[in-house]
């Protein structure tokens, strides 16, 4: 260890994850970059996540967990910023993993280019073979490229980099902005829109450290309920704080809105009809909002031609668009 190096607080939420939360935590403890200390917490889980919590902070003097009761992952999140001691702060999702230099590739990458918020790119993998080839990958030294806050906003965070994972904050982030605790999707990303204000310089290295699991029950996976309003609610929130930084980037930052808008309508759309039938009013909020979004100058034209013709179709006729959107998926 090298001397004089920051704790790493590494805040895993966890619910209901006892399939994968233990490799999870495997990869956080063989990192090469040595003080860390690992938050578990455990947010209403119903299954064996909180036995697995005991059996691991028993073998591992850095490991804390805390028990919340289903309060969701934002105040998962941030009750384990509020509870942790490092002077540098990341998050793990409890089904995904760590390739062994991440943290140490991060903390370089801030410490070198004397950021605020350091990221690095990811793998998806779904299988214990793929894990391997991923972990297995060819990695040359990271190559870092840096921003200012307007320049990670207009070609990072709006051009999809929208993840709160894989990456690694200074703990003054956090005394000014947290994660929004009333939304259940999107909260990563407004939580980043949010940030830019309070940081000067972001770093991404070009190094895919990060193993995202791609969970066939995760939350993105599942049928449409109400909770997934909040896409919409949250690419709203972000579109106002966006203008209040930069007005010119309206017709960016309104054409992510209304893709957000269309894959919500995607999700009523799978429902059987009699369900569909259901939805009347979450149909006209998404209307009423893609009317609205359509009229900003260029946002239009920043969509594919494909996405242009569905946001028209729903525009002019959702009920017809939901029905033939449903027979597409049906038949594939």
């Known amino acids: 260890m090298r001397s004089a190096e920051p704790l790493i607080s590494v805040i895993v939420p966890v619910r209901n994850g006892q399939e994968h939360l233990?490799?999870?935590?495997?990869?956080i403890a063989?990192?090469?970059?040595?003080?860390?200390?690992?938050?578990?917490?455990?947010?209403?889980?119903?299954?064996?996540?909180?036995?697995?919590?005991?059996?691991?902070?028993?073998?591992?003097?850095?490991?804390?967990?805390?028990?919340?009761?289903?309060?969701?992952?934002?105040?998962?999140?941030?009750?384990?910023?509020?509870?942790?001691?490092?002077?540098?702060?990341?998050?793990?999702?409890?089904?995904?993993?760590?390739?062994?230099?991440?943290?140490?590739?991060?903390?370089?990458?801030?410490?070198?280019?004397?950021?605020?918020?350091?990221?690095?790119?990811?793998?998806?993998?779904?299988?214990?073979?793929?894990?391997?080839?991923?972990?297995?990958?060819?990695?040359?030294?990271?190559?870092?490229r840096t921003y200012d806050a307007h320049g990670y906003l207009q070609d990072a965070l709006l051009c999809g980099n929208s993840r709160c994972w894989s990456k690694l904050y200074r703990r003054t982030v956090f005394e000014r902005v947290r994660f929004p605790e009333e939304l259940t999707i999107g909260e990563d990303m407004l939580?980043?829109?949010?940030?830019?204000?309070?940081?000067?310089?972001?770093?991404?290295?070009?190094?895919?450290?990060?193993?995202?699991?791609?969970?066939?029950?995760?939350?993105?996976?599942?049928?449409?309920?109400?909770?997934?309003?909040?896409?919409?609610?949250?690419?709203?929130?972000?579109?106002?704080?966006?203008?209040?930084?930069?007005?010119?980037?309206?017709?960016?930052?309104?054409?992510?809105?209304?893709?957000?808008?269309?894959l919500t309508v995607g999700k009523i759309a799978m429902l059987p009809a009699a369900r569909r039938r259901t939805q009347k009013a979450y149909v006209q909020t998404c209307r009423e909002s893609l009317r609205e979004a359509r009229r900003v100058p260029g946002a239009r034209d920043r969509l594919s031609a494909g996405y242009r013709m569905k946001c028209l179709l729903f525009s002019v006729c959702p009920g017809l668009y939901l029905f033939l959107y449903h027979l597409q998926r049906s038949l594939r």
């Not at 967990?65 to 998962?76: C, D, K, N, W, Y």
């Not at 969970?215 to 966006?242: H, I, K, S």
């Open 22 to 27: 233990e490799n999870c935590i495997r990869s």
């Open 30 to 144: 063989g990192q090469t970059y040595e003080r860390t200390e690992i938050i578990i917490v455990n947010d209403g889980s119903a299954d064996r996540t909180g036995e697995i919590c005991d059996r691991i902070a028993a073998g591992h003097d850095n490991v804390r967990i805390l028990t919340l009761g289903g309060e969701g992952v934002s105040a998962a999140r941030n009750a384990g910023v509020s509870a942790s001691s490092g002077e540098l702060i990341t998050f793990v999702d409890a089904d995904d993993r760590l390739c062994p230099d991440i943290l140490r590739i991060l903390y370089d990458c801030m410490r070198e280019t004397e950021s605020d918020v350091a990221g690095c790119d990811f793998f998806s993998w779904s299988s214990e073979e793929e894990w391997r080839l991923g972990m297995s990958a060819d990695r040359a030294t990271p190559q870092y």
């Open 191 to 262: 939580f980043l829109v949010r940030m830019i204000s309070c940081v000067s310089r972001i770093a991404e290295a070009d190094y895919k450290g990060y193993g995202y699991f791609r969970n066939p029950a995760g939350a993105m996976q599942q049928e449409f309920v109400p909770g997934y309003m909040d896409q919409v609610t949250c690419w709203r929130l972000a579109r106002e704080e966006v203008l209040r930084l930069d007005r010119s980037l309206d017709a960016q930052v309104t054409a992510l809105y209304m893709t957000g808008i269309m």
